[in-house]
């Protein structure tokens, strides 16, 4: 019983392609989340949606466009991907739908994206 | 700004306490968060302090001092197993900010 799930778990791409990273969350929460953690294991929020809105774009490149479908899906897609997009993307989510944000969130699996 | 602080390294000894500080400066945090990492995977989460004082949870506690802008994360008996990354994190609308985090590693 995964509760927030990602896919894939491992990309490999060429710089200049575009991809797709899915993930899914099985928790019935209002709030999702994305993530970067870079080599140096700095982990940085990029967006929050709730309820299906867009709450917080954390000045990522507009090559980054998340979307959700639903509250239970949020995914990102990458255009005109660069070297310095390697990194592991991790997928949260989380009960609060206030913004208060007192509610614990749960992260994915991540999404290890190497771009060569 | 938000500014989180925690050390880089800590090594300690199986069975032994460890304290790893966490300081902030911040305005509107409503809550402090922590969260290990082991190598490879995802952050899971331990405790979370809106008050000030102590949260005990089994081995792991967590203390705050919103004035102060410091919080600390106690692991007591310690295990090989909980060799890992320790992330302090500030939460407050809709997003957690992350220190870089404190690898903690135990040796037998």
């Known amino acids: 019983d995964t509760a927030v799930s990602q896919t894939p778990k491992y990309l490999v791409t060429q710089m200049g392609n575009d991809k797709s990273i899915k993930c899914e969350q099985n928790l019935g929460h209002d709030t999702m989340y994305w993530y970067k953690q870079d080599s140096k294991k700095f982990l940085k929020i990029m967006f929050s949606y709730n309820n299906k809105e867009l709450i917080i774009n954390e000045t990522v490149p507009n090559r980054f466009s998340p979307k959700s479908p639903d509250k239970a899906h949020l995914n990102l897609h990458i255009n005109s991907l660069e070297l310095g997009d390697s990194a592991v993307y991790f997928c949260?989510?989380?009960?609060?739908?206030?913004?208060?944000?007192?509610?614990?969130?749960?992260f994915g699996p991540g999404t290890r994206l190497l771009v060569l | 700004g938000q500014n989180i602080d925690q050390p880089t390294e800590m090594t300690a000894t199986e069975g032994a306490i460890v304290q790893i500080n966490c300081t902030y400066q911040t305005s509107g945090f409503n809550g402090l968060f922590w969260y290990q990492q082991h190598a490879g995977e995802a952050p899971t989460f331990l405790s979370y302090?809106?008050?000030?004082g102590l949260e005990e949870k089994g081995r792991f506690s967590s203390f705050l001092s919103r004035s102060k802008g410091y919080s600390y994360l106690l692991l007591k008996e310690l295990q090989m197993k909980d060799s890992a990354s320790y992330l302090c994190?500030?939460?407050?609308?809709?997003?957690?900010?992350f220190g870089a985090g404190t690898t903690v590693t135990v040796r037998a």
């Open positions: 994190a500030g939460g407050n609308d809709y997003k957690l900010s």
């Open positions: 949260a989510s989380s009960q609060d739908s206030s913004g208060s944000f007192k509610e614990t969130q749960y």
């Open positions: 302090n809106v008050l000030d």
